[in-house]
């Protein structure tokens, strides 16, 4: 069975500083790679995806992920966060099937 | 923009009774699929449909509930018998059927339920 690991549960940053979410997934084939972000009181959107080709892919709002296949990971970065970054991430994964695996979610704030 | 629909946004039921939890995809998508949010937990994949079928129904409490997905209307999440560790919020998707945009699945708001 397939799962996703989020390392950080809460991370609070000041505007301006970087960005690293760190996602695992434990899967033995080949995976779908997602991040989705919900802001307060909204619903869960799509922010990027890894399907194949170029391990490193740039998602909405300046957000990018890179798809190391040997560490089974797919990392969520921005190089400069925004108040308007404050949300709860996912990162998800389907392997063998079209379910999504969700990890547990990060809760992001980001201080003025 | 239509995006995907659900109602109602909340549903209080007391234990015993049956909550209809019900789901209208994005427009032109043909799959359906529900997701369950307990509390402090990530979302947990319950069921995958198309039109009049189910795909896969692997995360699907073995009783009292059930899904469908008509030809016509909205996909429909059925709870019988409600208890109170049904109280979650509950998440429906849809995605294309096909093409590289298949994997692709768009959340509607949720429906949170509340089972006192």
């Known amino acids: 069975a397939q799962s996703v690991s989020q390392h950080n549960h809460h991370v609070i940053l000041s505007e301006a500083a970087s960005l690293e979410l760190g996602c695992n997934y434990s899967?033995?084939?080949?995976?779908?790679l997602f991040w989705y972000v919900q802001y307060p009181g909204q619903h869960l959107q799509l922010l990027l995806k890894y399907f194949s080709g170029d391990p490193l892919v740039k998602g909405i709002k300046g957000f990018e992920a890179e798809f190391i296949k040997s560490k089974f990971s797919f990392n969520l970065r921005k190089p400069s966060v925004q108040w308007s970054d404050t949300a709860e991430y996912f990162c998800a994964v389907t392997g063998g099937g079209n379910k999504l695996t969700f990890g547990t979610g990060t809760q992001l704030k980001v201080e003025l | 923009n239509a995006g995907v629909m659900q109602n109602p946004r909340h549903l209080v039921r007391r234990r015993g009774q049956e909550a209809r939890l019900r789901c209208s995809p994005m427009k032109g998508h043909s799959h359906v699929y529900w997701y369950r949010q307990l509390p402090e937990e990530g979302l947990k994949f319950m069921v995958y449909l198309q039109k009049e079928n189910i795909i896969d129904e692997s995360g699907m409490p073995k009783e009292r509930f059930s899904a469908e997905f008509p030809k016509e209307g909205p996909s429909i999440l059925r709870i019988q018998q409600v208890v109170r560790g049904d109280s979650a919020a509950y998440f429906c998707?849809?995605?294309?059927?096909?093409?590289?945009?298949?994997?692709?699945?768009?959340f509607g708001p949720g429906t949170r339920l509340t089972v006192t």
């Open positions: 998707a849809s995605s294309l059927g096909s093409g590289s945009r298949f994997y692709e699945q768009y």
């Open positions: 899967y033995g084939g080949t995976v779908n």
